[in-house]
């Protein structure tokens, strides 16, 4: 069992509510505790507790785990007499010592909500902002307080990322305790499951609108996939608003969530496919270039493109998952992706990421570049200019920037069949196109 302490801030009116909440929460269990004393069963207690009025805003869960707390506490205690705040205050209150406003502090219990797998690790709170240091209480479907986690050991940052990625994908139960200062998270840690495939791995191709994935077996193709960010990306370069404008800021913090958001469902693609290897793009090198192609793909690429975002946080999920992320030399990689298959651009280049970073950076062959072939309806329409017998890769992509060839599969041309659907939400703005 596994326990991480963290203090929080919250707002004046949250703190209210967290306080009222701890007063119906310790009534019910000091309740639950006088009747299981007496005997009753738990169902019992449960229907008697209906009539309590003081109680109405706690909920269904948290009134549930208050009644099991009471009953624990009176299993634990049989044969000894429980003081509710300490026998130590309740002395000193009889001695007038301390108020009794004080004494009625030290009665309050912290709000503890068990955890529930198959409900993302808890009914009451929600995990997918750990990251950023909040954690969301859900008081009810409507009411939900954001809890502002403080400065804590990095040992402890680490358990909160694991606890954000394993209660996503309902892979971890965890409790939390909830008082006027802290926060207490406890999970059991988690069984060995089957090692990863040594043999599957995930390539990823990256650009300003497009990020694509795909998913192999050797070199068998298992799932491909691809998100869409040109809508956000879109808005932001046509709408000439300020930097400093609201409606700037709006989209460009909608763009970095989505981002952040399309790293957490890749690291869960490769989970659920028990995939070892993660293969990215290097492009660490890109905003130092000089595109020379305009302003506005400048500005695509060098001011709105959340690629280090996006690379910080995959590589941060999938290391929590035990598996390795390598960057690899993406040259001539589009090129050849659109030659070898028929899926929609960044899947072709992602398919190619994949094959290179496996052969030789795991199966270290040294095949930075497959065999000279093209296998894609490119090579009718190429049939004039390849009478030039090209013979290499390279030769083909001088070929093509001198001719400039269009070689890239638009989705219109793809001829493989895909289903779409918004990325996490109906209120995403990113579209994920799953291929056959």
């Known amino acids: 069992m596994i326990t991480v302490k963290v203090p929080y801030e919250t707002s004046e009116d949250n703190a209210l509510i967290i306080k009222d909440l701890r007063q119906q929460f310790s009534v019910v269990v000091r309740s639950a505790y006088n009747r299981a004393k007496e005997g009753t069963s738990q169902k019992d207690i449960r229907n008697k507790l209906k009539s309590l009025l003081n109680v109405s805003g706690l909920g269904c869960w948290p009134t549930q785990c208050a009644i099991m707390e009471g009953i624990a506490i009176h299993k634990k205690n049989k044969d000894n007499k429980v003081i509710f705040g300490g026998a130590k205050n309740f002395i000193q209150r009889i001695k007038n010592k301390i108020t009794k406003e004080e004494i009625k502090e030290k009665r309050l219990l912290p709000i503890n909500i068990q955890g529930e797998k198959h409900q993302k690790g808890n009914r009451s709170f929600n995990f997918n902002h750990l990251s950023d240091n909040k954690l969301i209480f859900k008081v009810n479907r409507t009411k939900h307080l954001t809890l502002e986690l403080q400065q804590m050991k990095s040992n402890y940052r680490k358990k909160l990322q694991f606890i954000e990625q394993m209660s996503v994908s309902k892979d971890l139960t965890v409790s939390v305790r909830l008082n006027e200062s802290y926060v207490y998270f406890t999970y059991d840690e988690p069984k060995e499951k089957n090692e990863l495939n040594q043999q599957r791995y995930v390539g990823i191709d990256l650009n300003p609108n497009y990020i694509g994935v795909s998913v192999k077996e050797n070199e068998t193709i298992l799932h491909t996939e691809c998100f869409d960010f040109s809508v956000l990306t879109n808005k932001l370069l046509t709408e000439h608003n300020s930097s400093d404008s609201k409606r700037f800021k709006y989209l460009n913090n909608k763009l970095k969530h989505e981002t952040i958001l399309a790293a957490k469902q890749i690291a869960l693609l490769a989970k659920k496919f028990n ?56 040259m001539f990689s589009s090129v050849i992706g659109n030659c070898q298959h028929s899926y929609f651009d960044p899947i072709n280049a992602s398919l190619e990421i994949a094959r290179r970073g496996y052969n030789v950076i795991i199966l270290k062959n040294k095949q930075f570049y497959p065999e000279f072939s093209i296998k894609t309806s490119l090579k009718d329409l190429w049939k004039k200019p390849l009478s030039e017998e090209v013979k290499s890769w390279k030769e083909l992509f001088k070929l093509i920037k001198n001719s400039k060839l269009r070689y890239r599969v638009s989705l219109e041309d793809c001829d493989k069949s895909f289903k779409v659907f918004q990325m996490d939400s109906i209120k995403s703005k990113v579209s994920c196109y799953q291929f056959a």
């Open 275 to 330: 995939c070892k290897f993660v293969f990215i793009e290097n492009l660490k090198n890109i905003s130092k270039a000089n595109l020379d192609k305009g302003h506005t793909l400048n500005r695509l690429c060098k001011n709105l493109w959340k690629r280090d975002y996006f690379v910080q946080n995959l590589t941060k999920r999938v290391q929590l998952l035990g598996m390795k992320l390598f960057k690899v030399n993406p």
